[in-house]
């Protein structure tokens, strides 16, 4: 275990050996003679951007990082980080769950910033009022596309700043937003209350278009462009393949890429292991062929094989007289227990979170392998109780499992992707995060120190409430919110991320 000890506890050997190294002309540090906050020594320093890996010591002042250093300077804390990795803290760009119970599996899993991109939230501004001053972590999120439908098609939305803000509607109702095409006014309305959700600080645009089957590919396209208009992001999930004449996964693949190639939209791909499936290679194939020729087109991947929705949503539809072995795929997340037609029906009705296997792990290795594919968890809620081991584990599994034990990419490669690259993702519309990502003099001190030979998932599908191991310290602006494996209570740093919008 790593201890934190006043200056005057250092160990002599350290801070001889760390003196002997110091070059003899100036050392050019950030800091002055007044003692930093914190002082984080012998660590392995780890900079996706500028690729330093080295031993090196952090300065950490008024919540930033003043210097990246052999030096020593005076510090009011030092915390001897020997055999430890001090990394960027890691940025989730799809966490469902929002609430501090969620926060609390992220925290212990290294993550400093945790976002509701996908399906985004709405009202933006009472979602972003409700946690102001009480997250344990970073947080933000675009303007639900879906809730903007709800209320254009004259469903009430009550404007709540609690938790309970994740919804995939409920098929086989009548909500006409979740089925019906928009009409001319009812789009107009939908295009006002999103550029209202940009003005309030929203992220970006989320869709979840396998949950809006209603939505026509005009009214996509529309949105992809009114989006560029306002140098918006979009994330989106794909639309279902079923509802591609020709079916096939490549084809929802083909819709956002070609959106993005006509209206200049820079657009995110939520989870494309899930949407892809076995035609992974080719659908990666296709976004780095439009990346190539000028396109701002990004993807994302959970390092598990099996996804998780809701059963009561309208991507369920088509599960009707499926297969006994089709159904046994199907995991309820309340009890363990795997599904048959008639339990099917019933939880359809009752609604609830159901885990969906099958997926190659072969496929899903490969994934996880390629650099350019960022890291996001997809994490559903632990408010509600038992949920996937996803929300729990994703950065501690590529970092152990897939980097360490499997050897299919390096760290570095593997940091980069749960760091800068999220992080840049999102500079254009919220610059605050220029300064997130990276281990560098005035980068804010988000940051996750981690045993390279100890970290490692422990969240399973029977019992995903399990904390990560050898995430050692997580610190958000210069606050430990974990601090030797251990959930610190009673802080509260996490801090809004905005859109330029606000």
């Not at 760091?419 to 560098?440: F, Y």
Request: aromatic share 8%; with cysteine; glycine share 12%.
């Amino acid at each position: 275990m790593t201890t934190c000890t006043s200056p005057a506890t250092v160990t002599r050997g350290f801070v001889l050996a760390t003196l002997m190294c110091l070059p003899v002309v100036g050392c050019g540090t950030g800091f002055n003679a007044e003692p930093v906050d914190l002082l984080i020594v012998g660590g392995r320093v780890m900079d996706p951007e500028s690729g330093l890996d080295a031993v090196r010591n952090v300065a950490i002042r008024g919540g930033t990082i003043v210097d990246v250093t052999e030096a020593v300077p005076s510090a009011a804390e030092v915390l001897d980080a020997s055999g430890l990795v001090v990394a960027p803290g890691f940025i989730d760009l799809h966490a469902h769950g929002q609430d501090l119970e969620s926060s609390r599996y992220q925290a212990r899993d290294g993550v400093t910033t945790a976002l509701e991109l996908e399906i985004g939230v709405y009202p933006v501004e009472g979602w972003y009022a409700g946690r102001a001053g009480r997250a344990l972590i970073n947080y933000g999120a675009s303007v639900s596309h879906q809730g903007a439908r709800r209320e254009a098609f004259g469903s009430v939305i009550a404007n709540r700043d609690d938790e309970g803000t994740f919804s995939l509607g409920r098929a086989g109702t009548s909500d006409a937003h979740l089925y019906e095409p928009a009409t001319e006014d009812e789009f107009r309305r939908i295009r006002q209350s999103m550029d209202r959700g940009l003005d309030e600080g929203g992220l970006g645009f989320g869709f979840g278009i396998s949950y809006t089957p209603g939505a026509s590919h005009e009214e996509l396209w529309q949105l992809f462009a009114a989006a560029s208009d306002r140098d918006a992001p979009v994330y989106i999930h794909l639309r279902s393949a079923g509802a591609f004449s020709a079916g096939g996964s490549l084809a929802p693949f083909q819709e956002a890429v070609a959106n993005a190639a006509g209206t200049g939209a820079s657009v995110h791909i939520v989870h494309m292991n899930s949407s892809a499936g076995g035609s992974a290679e080719t659908a990666l194939e296709l976004i780095r062929g439009a990346q190539a020729r000028g396109a701002d087109v990004t993807t994302e991947a959970y390092p598990y094989t099996a996804s998780a929705s809701r059963i009561e949503s309208a991507l369920f539809d088509s599960w009707v007289d499926r297969s006994p072995e089709a159904y046994g795929r199907l995991q309820w997340v309340e009890t363990g227990e795997r599904l048959t037609d008639v339990t099917f029906r019933s939880y359809r009705e009752q609604g609830g979170w159901v885990i969906t296997h099958g997926r190659s792990e072969t496929t899903n290795e490969w994934i996880v392998s390629q650099p350019d594919v960022i890291a996001a968890s997809d994490g559903i809620p632990f408010s509600e109780g038992r949920a996937h081991p996803r929300g729990a584990g994703t950065f501690a599994r590529i970092l152990g499992h897939y980097a360490r034990d499997r050897g299919v990419l390096p760290l570095m490669d593997a940091l980069r992707k749960m760091t800068l690259m999220p992080a840049q993702r999102l500079e254009t519309i919220a610059p605050l995060m220029v300064s997130k990502g990276r281990v560098q003099a005035g980068a804010d001190a988000d940051l996750t120190l981690f045993h390279p030979d100890r970290v490692i998932d422990r969240a399973t599908y029977d019992a995903p409430d399990q904390y990560s191991e050898g995430i050692v310290h997580v610190l958000v602006s210069g606050t430990f919110v974990v601090r030797d494996e251990m959930l610190v209570e009673g802080v509260a740093p996490g801090q809004p991320i905005r859109g330029i919008g606000r």
